[in-house]
């Protein structure tokens, strides 16, 4: 007897409903990740347009952090299943090999007294790179950390296809030739497009990939999986969604542009839609207590590091001599390390610890909370410089100053270039004092910052048409 497919919720009938997309992402409600925003907020303007969607999605019991009331924030129409990830053959030999070693191996000694000796112990390990760039990549055969990146690169394509082999089964079985129009999926994780692909070849449905991030041409490369062999796996994979897809989305200009370069056979089936703020979320409203506050909510990894932006604050504080009841720079988010030194070491070595304060991750509520009291809102240096991160749509609603770091020639950086914001490089120190020096001279003045969300240029609504009617241009209702 088959098991019923494991729907994780199910919201009320549409009024009208032209027919069902599935959506295959690794990332939806009740996840908390970044990654699952995208679609909960056009999965709003979907329904607006009379669609109902049927989405994939990784089961709660394997999330680590999973908010149910995103859930209950979704429009009329939807309908989310979970499917769990599955363990993969090698990864269950891997558990069990470690298994056997913890318990053969001899208990370990006394911890070494602090001194030179574990100084020098410590010099002589020095914490891993936390990424590398895309040019930095190199198989080293005589290296055994070369060895285990490549494993962990093919392993986590191996798993995610793995998992999106499952989902696409439990489609299968969800399809509705009367009412289902179209497969769509979602990454990164980019092995959820297999799921969608597979579907759609068995169906004959139309193929959308949705790529929030790029997938081979990524800048950097986590360290775990840093091997020239992880894009080289990523661009056979690439090349087979990309060849059978109706349409290719990107979520910025500069990384459409790449994606046409790398598939020409394809340009015309690639458009790019951004992220963009929501207006029809409600914002919080933070009394201001006269503090010169800079904020910064979301994950730390990568190249985000903030040591210019400390550099500079130290220099603002030393030029005016300022408390720290006068200036703050706050962080929410997971806890984070870049390179083994965590932000309160980054901010010990600027001499400006007694400034910054550290915040655990919350709600998304919690968030604009947090990000309703600053002056100044940071965006730290982005990892890839065709993507642009989601936070800066979010910021341009906010009564606040929006400070940016990105390398001209970024996505970032053009999108923001004539918005208002202030923009700087992640490594001009010099500017970036400067833009905090005229920043705290306003405040001080008691000038309050504007939103910069002006005008629907950059609203989620307006990009979601963009993308829904070149999704009805598919289906001949365009």
């Not at 070693?101 to 001899?106: D, H, Q, S, T, V």
């Amino acid at each position: 007897m088959t098991d019923p497919p494991q729907l994780i919720y199910e919201t009320g009938r549409s009024a009208v409903e032209k027919g069902r997309l599935f959506l295959f992402s690794y990332h939806f409600p009740p996840d908390t990740a970044a990654g699952a925003l995208r679609w909960q907020k056009l999965a709003v303007h979907a329904a607006k347009r009379g669609w109902g969607l049927d989405v994939l999605t990784r089961d709660p019991a394997d999330l680590e952090r999973a908010d149910p009331s995103r859930l209950r924030e979704l429009p009329p129409g939807v309908r989310v299943f979970g499917i769990r990830q599955p363990v993969l053959a090698v990864q269950r030999l891997e558990r069990r090999l470690w298994r056997a070693f913890r318990r053969l191996r001899p208990a370990p000694g006394p911890a070494p007294a602090a001194g030179a000796g574990s100084a020098a112990v410590s010099a002589a390990r020095p914490a891993l790179k936390s990424s590398y760039a895309r040019d930095e990549l190199r198989f080293e055969p005589f290296s055994r950390r070369t060895w285990v990146r490549t494993y962990h690169g093919w392993e986590l394509y191996a798993a995610h296809r793995a998992w999106a082999r499952d989902a696409a089964r439990l489609a299968l079985r969800l399809y509705d030739p009367a009412a289902h129009r179209i497969a769509v999926s979602c990454g990164p994780p980019h092995g959820a497009h297999e799921g969608a692909r597979r579907l759609a070849r068995a169906t004959g449905l139309p193929f959308v990939i949705d790529l929030r991030d790029p997938w081979s041409y990524l800048d950097r490369w986590n360290e775990p999986v840093a091997s020239p062999t992880t894009p080289w796996i990523a661009r056979r994979h690439e090349r087979q969604a990309v060849a059978q897809a109706s349409l290719v989305v990107m979520n910025t200009e500069p990384a459409r542009a790449a994606m046409q370069s790398l598939y020409p056979a394809a340009a015309q089936r690639i458009l790019a839609v951004m992220n963009g703020y929501d207006e029809e979320d409600a914002l919080p409203r933070a009394p201001r207590d006269g503090v010169f506050r800079l904020a910064y909510a979301g994950s730390i990894y990568l190249d985000r590091n903030p040591s210019t932006l400390f550099q500079a604050a130290a220099r603002l504080v030393r030029e005016q001599g300022l408390r720290p009841g006068q200036l703050s720079i706050e962080f929410m988010g997971p806890p984070a390390q870049l390179d083994g030194a965590t932000l309160e070491d980054l901010a010990r070595q600027s001499g400006i610890e007694a400034f910054v304060t550290v915040r655990g991750e919350g709600t998304r509520r919690e968030a604009a909370e947090f990000l309703a009291r600053a002056c100044v809102l940071v965006n730290l240096p982005q990892d890839s410089h065709l993507a642009i991160p989601s936070k800066i749509f979010e910021y341009m609603r906010f009564e606040a100053w929006l400070l940016a770091l990105a390398d001209p020639g970024s996505a970032t950086h053009a999108v923001l270039s004539e918005s208002g914001a202030d923009v700087a490089s992640p490594g001009d120190v010099d500017g970036i004092a400067a833009i905090l020096r005229a920043r705290y001279a306003q405040h001080r003045e008691g000038s309050l910052p504007r939103p910069l969300a002006v005008d629907g240029r950059f609203s989620r609504g307006a990009q979601a048409q963009r993308l829904f009617e070149a999704i009805e241009r598919l289906l001949g209702r365009g």
